[in-house]
């Protein structure tokens, strides 16, 4: 379980992609940590993951699988999130 002492929900964003996809997720960055959430620096134990993907080749779509499969083992509670 997570070592935070306050009720601070959590948020871990990873970007796979073309510059277009970095832009959206520092908009949704922006946007939970302005509605108080807190941004977790490495795959900690977060209450969201939001990975932010592109379909475009069979690489990035393997590499999403894997880490949706990673988050849910480092926490199964989380909300993960993948656009």
């Known amino acids: 379980m997570s070592s935070q002492t306050d009720n601070q929900k959590r948020f871990f964003i990873h ?3 073309c510059k277009v ?3 959206e997720s520092q908009a ?3 946007i939970l940590l302005k509605s ?5 620096i490495s795959k900690d134990i977060a209450d969201i993951y939001i990975i932010n993907t ?4 069979q690489a990035a779509d393997r590499e999403s699988r894997h880490l949706v ?7 199964p509670k989380a ?3 993948v656009t």
């Open 36 to 40: 108080g959430f807190k941004e977790c």
């Open 21 to 23: 996809n970095q832009y």
């Open 69 to 75: 499969g990673l988050l849910h083992r480092i926490n």
């Open 79 to 81: 909300k993960i999130v």
């Open 54 to 57: 592109c379909t475009v080749t």
């Open 28 to 30: 949704m960055r922006e």
């Open 15 to 17: 970007t796979l992609g």
